[in-house]
């Protein structure tokens, strides 16, 4: 039988080859799950999150992974260490414009634009194709000028809507002692280290140098910038881009 990632790979090969017959390259699209070492349904998801990232490659749909831990998983004994409120908080301003009964894990929510049961293995790669084909209209262009400095430029259209600086970490993993997952070693992907607001779109678009002030505990090597611009009213993500501080 045919491995998931081997069919996820066709997938995206044929949306990659079909942006390519049109002329346009492929479209970044921000994933971002929301997940919790407290809860045992979340490993499959954080699996395939890392999945999507192993497919990346140049001429394919980018997927710029978030990994956002929330904190209301964070009893029987066990606190997920890369929690925080604000992704809960992130989490309820989606379920109210998906108009959910509360939110759950573990959930993917695809360039702001759809959600779905991140163990809806189907469902997640046909949103994540789905977006691809949307031509951004912002253009975000992103340059290291040192290890800790990242120069942003945005172009775009739109104005007002808000600027996003990201950043994640690869590689991380915990032997949970408790909880839903006791006994188990779980491995994340693009986990959340910073989520902040760095601007707004004007007229004139969008350029600014950031400090981004790492913490001496990330690994360089496997810690990422991530930049997307969301729409105040819709929520919809409408540009984004990455790159790797150990590019530099």
Same mark, same amino acid.
């Given at each position: 039988?045919? @491995?998931? *990632?081997?069919?996820? &790979? ?8 079909? *942006? +390519?017959?049109? $002329? ?13 070492? $407290? ?14 990232? +192993? ?8 997927? =710029? /992974? ?9 009893? #029987? ?6 929690? @925080?409120? !604000? ?26 634009? !759809? !959600? ?6 189907? /469902?997640?790669?046909?949103? =994540? ?17 040192? +290890?800790? *400095? ?21 590689? &991380? ?5 408790? $909880? ?15 989520? %902040?607001?760095?601007?707004? &779109? ?7 140098? =950031?400090?981004?002030?790492? #913490? ?14 969301? %729409? ?7 540009? @984004? ?8």
């Amino acid at each position: 039988m045919r @491995s998931y *990632r081997y069919v996820l &790979l066709l997938f995206i090969c044929s949306v990659a080859s079909m *942006r +390519a017959f049109a $002329g346009d390259a492929p479209a970044p699209v921000v994933v971002e799950l929301f997940t919790s070492e $407290g809860c045992s349904s979340c490993p499959p998801a954080d699996q395939l999150l890392a999945d999507l990232v +192993a497919a990346n490659a140049p001429g394919r749909p980018e997927v =710029i /992974a978030l990994g956002e831990h929330v904190d209301y998983w964070n009893h #029987d004994g066990w606190t997920d260490r890369f929690s @925080s409120r !604000q992704f809960t908080d992130r989490q309820n301003n989606y379920a109210q414009k998906f108009k959910l009964d509360s939110p759950f894990t573990p959930q993917m929510v695809i360039d702001g634009n !759809q !959600q779905v049961s991140a163990n809806d293995k189907s /469902a997640v790669v046909h949103a =994540i194709l789905a977006a691809a084909q949307q031509a951004p209209s912002a253009k975000v262009n992103l340059r290291l000028s040192s +290890a800790a *400095r990242l120069n942003v430029e945005v172009q775009s259209d739109h104005h007002s809507d808000d600027i996003f600086l990201v950043i994640t970490e690869d590689g &991380l993993k915990t032997e949970v002692r408790n $909880g839903e997952n006791k006994g188990r070693t779980l491995t994340h992907v693009a986990v959340v280290h910073r989520l %902040e607001k760095i601007g707004s &779109l004007s007229k004139e678009g969008f350029s600014k140098e =950031i400090n981004l002030a790492l #913490d001496k505990s990330w690994n360089p090597k496997s810690t990422r910038a991530v930049v997307f611009v969301q %729409e105040k009213n819709s929520g919809a993500i409408i540009g @984004s881009a990455s790159v790797p501080l150990a590019s530099n």
